[in-house]
């Protein structure tokens, strides 16, 4: 029973998708991950079922890091599914959203109890792609804009990794279990491809252009999903295909954790200068996610402390998964109806507890992430308060811009809504109250107190006084920066167009010259017209990059 219940997780949502067309079916989205929740909650550790049949062997299993990733995973889909039954259009577009709803949360629930290679990489692929329709839902121009982007990203990414998996097959002799990799640390340039195609779904800095503006067009639900669960895949990809092993990656792990510290200051820096709550809430997620890169790091760099260190980086996994995904949903009942008093005061509890203020999952999470670290990372501690104190400003930020949301004569919020949000908060809030040992929950008092009176003071000096000659120039930091970045963008965009332009109709002039000295009667050369051009030259790209992928890895091999 236990068996058919692991591959449950896999089959009931794909089933449900199937269904979603019917009438009377909205309620499916809301069955779909309960059948994850019971694995997560009732089955014990070391359970396993065995598909030698299916594929190239598909071995599913349920081990400590993966009970907690699918516990909060489902949580998550379960209160998402429960929001939206409402919340998206009516008609065919309902349909199309509840399907690539459905079958992301199939590949993200999948990959979570899969053991081998190619079973978490067709469930990353489904997740990743799926995710693709709920960010192009809305059907603006703003939407596929972002939702192609998104998509780039995400083929690259998923080419970097199926290479990066054939490569670790081949080493190992075309075993294909995480079990195996163990045995043999993987070559560098399969670590660069694993490092880089994960580091993209996690938004590492320079890998992180597709998610402000995919988070900032995405349905609430899809958001809250996106960013809470979806996003974790990356590093319990990296904690699947990089095992510490006796310290081989340290010098990668130095990487990370380099790469870490930048993108949590990087993401805050960037998220103070918006003015959007959502995009706020897009770059406060890049710096958390820098967070459990440099988590990452300190796995491979130091392997003695590594047990401890995955139980603290899935325990804020957690953490940040269901706090980014509640602010989401919260936000999005502002979008909806606007705001009122009792959505303003949750926002803020879920503000201070992402902050990870004192009698808070977030000071639960960060006391065990730094009781993990060992002693000779002793300096990452004090950067980590540093970006406690970061955030807190960041979240009185959010606070202030969605506080400027009025509340709007006539509307309403679904009950659905407001009950998945509701349940949602007080999970938050009560359960770290029972787990918690000693001392745990009254982390990051200092930093966070100093970021609370320091907000309160710009707050009282924006109120009551007024610094023209210095707030404007704040206020129009990111403007000046984004107009004159956007300047350059266009202006080699139209240089590269006109090159384009030039090198066709010097083609053309060849083409006319070489067709004038050939006699009648012969083969004509024929050049495309209109765009086609383009579309063979970003074909010959893309061939370019896989001949390019395919010579690394006979290199390799």
């Known amino acids: 029973?236990?068996?058919?219940?692991?591959?449950?997780?896999?089959?009931?949502?794909?089933?449900?998708?199937?269904?979603?067309?019917?009438?009377?079916?909205?309620?499916?989205?809301?069955?779909?991950?309960?059948?994850?929740?019971?694995?997560?909650?009732?089955?014990?550790?070391?359970?396993?079922?065995?598909?030698?049949?299916?594929?190239?062997?598909?071995?599913?299993?349920?081990?400590?890091?993966?009970?907690?990733?699918?516990?909060?995973?489902?949580?998550?889909?379960l209160a998402a599914s429960l929001y939206g039954i409402r919340e998206t259009a009516a008609g065919h577009k309902r349909v199309r959203y509840r399907v690539f709803f459905l079958l992301a949360m199939a590949g993200n629930l999948g990959l979570i109890v899969a053991q081998d290679l190619l079973g978490f990489y067709l469930g990353f692929t489904l997740m990743g792609l799926a995710a693709y329709g709920l960010i192009a839902h809305p059907a603006t121009r703003r939407a596929r804009r972002a939702a192609r982007r998104y998509l780039?990203?995400?083929?690259?990414?998923?080419?970097?990794?199926?290479?990066?998996?054939?490569?670790?097959?081949?080493?190992?002799?075309?075993?294909?279990l995480f079990s195996m990799l163990s045995s043999m640390p993987p070559s560098d340039i399969a670590v660069a491809l694993l490092i880089a195609g994960f580091g993209i779904k996690l938004a590492l800095p320079g890998l992180h252009f597709w998610l402000p503006q995919a988070y900032a067009v995405t349905p609430a639900p899809a958001v809250a999903v996106l960013s809470g669960a979806m996003i974790?895949?990356?590093?319990?990809?990296?904690?699947?295909?990089?095992?510490p092993g006796d310290g081989e990656l340290a010098g990668w792990g130095q990487a990370l954790i380099m790469i870490g510290l930048a993108g949590i200051f990087l993401g805050l820096i960037l998220g103070l200068l918006q003015q959007q709550p959502r995009l706020m809430l897009g770059y406060s997620s890049i710096s958390k996610m820098g967070v459990l890169t440099l988590g990452?790091?300190?796995?491979l760099v130091w392997p003695?402390?590594?047990?401890?260190?995955?139980?603290?980086?899935?325990?804020?996994?957690?953490?940040?998964?269901?706090?980014?995904?509640?602010?989401?949903?919260g936000l999005g009942l502002v979008e909806r109806g606007g705001l009122r008093h009792w959505l303003l005061a949750g926002l803020a509890f879920l503000a201070i507890a992402l902050a990870g203020a004192p009698l808070t999952s977030g000071a639960l999470a960060k006391s065990v992430l730094t009781a993990s670290l060992p002693s000779q990372a002793g300096y990452l501690v004090p950067l980590?308060?540093?970006?406690?104190?970061?955030?807190?400003?960041?979240?009185?930020?959010?606070?202030?811009?969605?506080?400027?949301?009025?509340?709007?004569?006539?509307?309403?919020?679904?009950?659905?809504?407001?009950?998945?949000?509701?349940?949602?908060?007080?999970l938050i809030a009560t359960v770290p109250l029972f787990i918690a040992g000693t001392g745990q929950l009254y982390a990051n008092f200092l930093p966070v107190s100093l970021a609370i009176i320091l907000a309160a003071l710009a707050l009282v000096t924006a109120k009551y006084f007024t610094l023209p000659g210095v707030l404007r120039p704040v206020r129009h930091a990111t403007g000046i920066s984004t107009i004159r970045f956007r300047r350059a963008f266009r202006h080699l965009s139209r240089q590269w167009q006109t090159a384009g332009q030039q090198i066709q109709t010097s083609l053309y002039r060849v083409h006319t010259r070489l067709m004038q000295g050939l006699p009648d009667g012969k083969a004509r050369l024929r050049l495309p017209g209109g765009d086609t051009w383009r579309w063979q030259l970003a074909g010959g790209c893309w061939v370019m990059i896989g001949l390019s992928l395919l010579a690394a890895f006979i290199i390799a091999v």
């Open 152 to 176: 780039v990203w995400t083929i690259a990414g998923e080419l970097l990794l199926f290479v990066a998996l054939v490569m670790l097959a081949m080493q190992h002799g075309g075993a294909m």
């Open 296 to 299: 990452m790091g300190a796995i």
């Open 1 to 77: 029973m236990n068996d058919i219940a692991l591959l449950l997780i896999w089959c009931w949502p794909l089933l449900l998708a199937t269904l979603a067309g019917l009438r009377h079916t909205g309620w499916m989205t809301v069955l779909a991950p309960l059948p994850a929740l019971a694995v997560a909650v009732a089955m014990p550790v070391g359970t396993s079922l065995s598909l030698p049949w299916l594929l190239l062997g598909t071995e599913l299993g349920l081990d400590e890091t993966g009970r907690t990733f699918l516990l909060f995973s489902s949580l998550l889909w």
């Open 304 to 329: 003695a402390a590594a047990p401890a260190l995955v139980s603290a980086l899935a325990l804020y996994a957690a953490h940040h998964a269901l706090v980014k995904g509640g602010l989401f949903l």
């Open 232 to 243: 974790k895949a990356g590093l319990l990809g990296w904690l699947r295909f990089l095992p």
């Open 384 to 426: 980590l308060a540093l970006s406690a104190f970061g955030t807190t400003l960041l979240m009185a930020r959010f606070l202030w811009l969605v506080r400027r949301a009025r509340a709007r004569a006539g509307a309403s919020h679904p009950v659905e809504a407001i009950l998945a949000w509701i349940l949602l908060l007080g």
